[in-house]
């Protein structure tokens, strides 16, 4: 079992910057690709970046490349999304996600931080 711990939302100006952390805890040796995910009331939970546990292929959403970057640190266990020229549209609950073992799916959530940006 992995855990997952996302922290870093807040509210912030359109135009702004946020940085996203999600702290792995538990079976991390397990973990082969990691991402983040986004999703506002009504809507389906929409993928936003992901990459391997050991920093290589990143991949994002085309709505955010350019001004999202993932990336992570081994030796903390810890996923981040660093987020920049926010746009009211990036509002939403930000979720960190695993998938472990050789899985298809993304298995692990953590329990999600919301993401504020006024206009």
């Known amino acids: 079992q992995v855990q997952l711990v996302e922290s870093g939302g807040g509210l912030v100006q359109a135009g702004g910057s946020l940085r996203l952390s999600c702290a792995a805890s538990?079976?991390?040796?397990?973990?082969?690709?990691m991402g983040w995910f986004r999703q506002t009331p009504g809507k389906d939970r929409e993928f936003v970046a992901s990459?391997?546990?050991?920093?290589?292929?990143?991949f994002y959403v085309d709505s955010v490349k350019g001004r999202f970057t993932i990336s992570r640190d081994n030796a903390k266990n810890t996923l981040y999304l660093q987020m920049t020229s926010l746009k009211p549209e990036d509002t939403a609950v930000y979720y960190c996600?695993?998938?472990?073992?050789?899985?298809?799916?993304?298995?692990?959530w953590g329990q999600g931080t919301q993401v504020t940006v006024s206009s």
């Open positions: 538990g079976r991390t040796v397990s973990i082969y690709i």
């Open positions: 996600a695993a998938k472990t073992g050789g899985a298809t799916d993304f298995g692990s």
């Open positions: 990459m391997t546990w050991i920093g290589r292929r990143p």
